[in-house]
């Protein structure tokens, strides 16, 4: 969730500091500003799903207290497949914001906030295996597996996922 403002932040102090020319500054500046407005509203949302997931596991153990609407938690579950369906479109804008940025302000995005644990991958599937590592147990992993092939190949995303 504060992954997504972490990488924003990132993003702006390494464009700051790598940038020698440009050809579209104004571009380079709505793009940026686009990705910022789309990151924190991905987490907000993340927050949303981590609720909604609550909810329904509550109320898969406790019905008595937590069915509200009596319906065997039909109605939560509904509202947790919405949430992780909004989130799913929010990370795919995500995606290509980054890659409207990467090319707008003229920067290699891949480069930024990537690990060095990891020399035999590509610095841009590092950290994108770190953002989608910080969902692993707060998704399903077949969301998390769909999520990510929006920005690496299957083989990737399952050698991410530790799948």
């Keep these: 969730m504060k ?3 972490i990488f924003a932040v990132l993003f702006f102090v390494a464009l700051g500091s790598t940038l020698v020319h440009s050809s579209d500054w104004s571009g380079c500046a709505n793009d940026l500003d686009r990705l ?7 987490a907000d949302i993340a927050n949303g799903v ?15 207290i937590y069915d ?15 949430a992780l369906s909004s ?3 929010e990370l795919s804008t995500v995606n290509r914001r980054i890659r409207s940025a990467n090319s707008s302000c003229g920067v290699d995005l891949s480069s930024i906030g990537s690990s060095s644990t990891k020399p035999q991958t590509s610095d841009f599937e ?10 692993k147990n707060k998704l399903p ?14 083989m990737e995303c399952r050698k991410c996922l530790g799948q």
């Design 3 to 5: 992954q997504f403002a």
């Design 36 to 42: 910022h407005r789309t990151t924190r509203n991905a």
């Design 50 to 64: 981590k609720t909604k997931a609550n909810d329904f596991e509550n109320c898969k153990m406790y019905p008595n």
């Design 68 to 82: 509200f609407m009596q319906d065997r938690c039909r109605t939560m579950a509904s509202d947790y497949q919405s």
């Design 87 to 89: 989130l799913e479109n």
């Design 126 to 135: 590092n950290s994108m295996c770190n953002m989608y590592l910080d969902y």
């Design 141 to 154: 992993i077949e969301t998390l597996i769909k999520i990510c092939l929006q920005s690496l190949s299957e």
